[in-house]
């Protein structure tokens, strides 16, 4: 017998969408597989690691720990949503992961971004402490955390200034608005000529025995 399913409409960036879903629909799938909105990612299922994240009503949720029909009425607000214009021009936090290279990987990222844009809303003047605390509910296993804060500390920064295109190889922006001293502009150095398994320009193995 085919599952029950319940008519419902949800207010999503913005735009009210109308879904046909089983009433056990977790709102992060509803949003990834019956409306598309792939940016809010699904990692451990549990609520734990923040990669589901969105804002509901302006508040950072966990949209795996939600059925969907739960947040009829409310305004939910996807990493897809942040974008002014569609996703011409980046929002002033994605702005910043990018100049501060607070992202390897990018599976944590939308969460992340989600969490800052709540943290931003409600304190748009973080110390170091607020930042760490905002995001303590979302993981990350590549980048170590310190350029994340960083981004953090540079979005506060273009959102109080209104600055939404500040870009680090702008000379005028980067004047007006210099990266914090922990973030390096290039994330990572060339390897030395000596370093083992580097490929030379024959495509070989640096090492002995040449074993790429």
Do not use: K, W
Not at 34 to 60: F, I, K, N, S, Y
Not at 82 to 96: E, F, K, N, V
Not at 118 to 126: C, F, T
Not at 153 to 181: F, N, S
Request: hydrophobic share 40%.
């Amino acid at each position: 017998m085919a599952e029950a399913t319940e008519q419902l409409t949800l207010r999503v960036n913005g735009t009210t969408r109308s879904l046909q879903v089983p009433a056990r629909r977790l709102l992060s799938d509803a949003l990834r597989h019956d409306l598309r909105l792939t940016g809010t990612h699904v990692g451990c299922e549990h609520g734990v690691c923040g990669c589901c994240t969105v804002l509901l009503d302006g508040a950072p949720v966990r949209s795996c720990l939600l059925f969907a029909v739960s947040v009829e009425g409310h305004d939910i607000t996807t990493v897809e949503g942040l974008s002014p214009d569609g996703g011409a021009t980046l929002h002033p936090i994605q702005r910043a992961f990018q100049d501060c290279h607070g992202l390897q990987c990018g599976f944590c990222t939308p969460g992340f971004i989600m969490s800052v844009a709540g943290l931003l809303a409600d304190n748009p003047d973080p110390d170091t402490d607020d930042i760490v605390e905002g995001i303590s509910g979302n993981l990350c296993r590549c980048t170590g955390y310190q350029n994340i804060v960083a981004a953090v500390e540079r979005a506060a920064l273009l959102l109080r200034d209104g600055d939404a295109v500040a870009r680090t190889d702008d000379v005028a922006a980067a004047q007006e608005h210099p990266l914090p001293d922990a973030v390096a502009t290039a994330p990572y150095a060339p390897a030395a000529d000596d370093v083992p398994g580097a490929a030379t320009d024959d495509g070989q193995a640096a090492h002995e025995g040449g074993v790429a």
